[in-house]
């Protein structure tokens, strides 16, 4: 599933060049072989040939007719989304409750963050890292910041939160973001 289709597209494509090869040369062995046949078995042969061509003509027209790649837009956008969520958040318990919406779980971490800080229990450089974090998932689920909070955020966010913002925003709807959060958070359980 991680090719999001490219394998697969390249694995029709290189089957359909075969199909068409195999009909093209059972041609050329007819034409070759037709004194060896009789009037009949030749016609019927090639007739027979001919319908396969037809039937093969048939389901190109078909592919053709939509998109022959069996990657979509969505699925590009999917695989950006998830570049963006995986750069963008290293905790996997602050995924978590992205995914699930869990706004006030998010807030009630950022006090037990604050209150380690204080004692010297969560050093400033991970705390800085999971506060950004828990700031742009309040952000991203609607809720309203403080001017500190804003602040911070911008005086700390980096390029991968910054393309994790620009990624989701392109996608337009939230549920998105958050399915793809989820599938995040499987793959850090693992």
Same mark, same amino acid.
């Given at each position: 599933?991680?090719?999001?289709?490219?394998?697969?597209?390249?694995?029709?494509?290189? %089957?359909?060049?075969?199909?068409?090869? *195999?009909?093209?040369?059972?041609?050329?062995?007819?034409?070759?072989?037709?004194?060896?046949?009789?009037?009949?078995?030749?016609?019927?042969?090639?007739?027979?040939?001919?319908?396969? &061509?037809?039937?093969? %003509?048939?389901?190109?027209?078909?592919?053709?007719?939509?998109?022959?790649?069996?990657?979509?837009?969505?699925?590009?956008?999917?695989?950006?989304?998830?570049?963006?969520?995986?750069?963008?958040?290293?905790?996997?318990?602050?995924? *978590?409750?992205?995914?699930?919406?869990?706004? *006030?779980?998010?807030?009630?971490?950022?006090?037990?963050?604050? *209150?380690?800080?204080?004692?010297?229990?969560?050093?400033?450089?991970?705390?800085?890292?999971?506060?950004?974090?828990?700031?742009?998932?309040?952000?991203?689920?609607?809720?309203? &910041?403080?001017?500190?909070?804003?602040?911070?955020?911008?005086? %700390?966010?980096?390029?991968? &939160?910054?393309?994790?913002?620009?990624?989701?925003?392109?996608?337009?709807?939230?549920?998105?973001?958050?399915?793809?959060?989820?599938?995040?958070?499987?793959?850090?359980?693992?």
């Amino acid at each position: 599933m991680a090719s999001r289709g490219t394998t697969e597209t390249s694995k029709l494509k290189q %089957n359909l060049e075969e199909q068409l090869d *195999r009909l093209m040369q059972q041609l050329q062995d007819l034409e070759e072989c037709r004194e060896e046949l009789d009037a009949d078995e030749y016609e019927e042969t090639k007739k027979e040939t001919l319908e396969q &061509l037809s039937e093969f %003509n048939d389901s190109l027209k078909k592919i053709m007719s939509g998109d022959m790649t069996l990657v979509d837009e969505l699925g590009g956008m999917q695989l950006a989304i998830q570049a963006a969520i995986s750069q963008a958040f290293k905790t996997p318990e602050v995924i *978590r409750m992205f995914a699930k919406k869990q706004p *006030r779980q998010l807030r009630t971490r950022l006090a037990e963050m604050d *209150r380690d800080l204080m004692v010297g229990k969560l050093a400033r450089d991970l705390y800085t890292q999971q506060k950004v974090e828990i700031l742009t998932a309040l952000r991203k689920l609607g809720e309203k &910041l403080t001017g500190d909070d804003e602040m911070f955020l911008s005086a %700390n966010a980096g390029t991968a &939160l910054s393309q994790f913002e620009r990624v989701s925003a392109d996608l337009g709807s939230g549920d998105k973001v958050f399915a793809l959060a989820s599938v995040e958070v499987e793959k850090a359980k693992q």
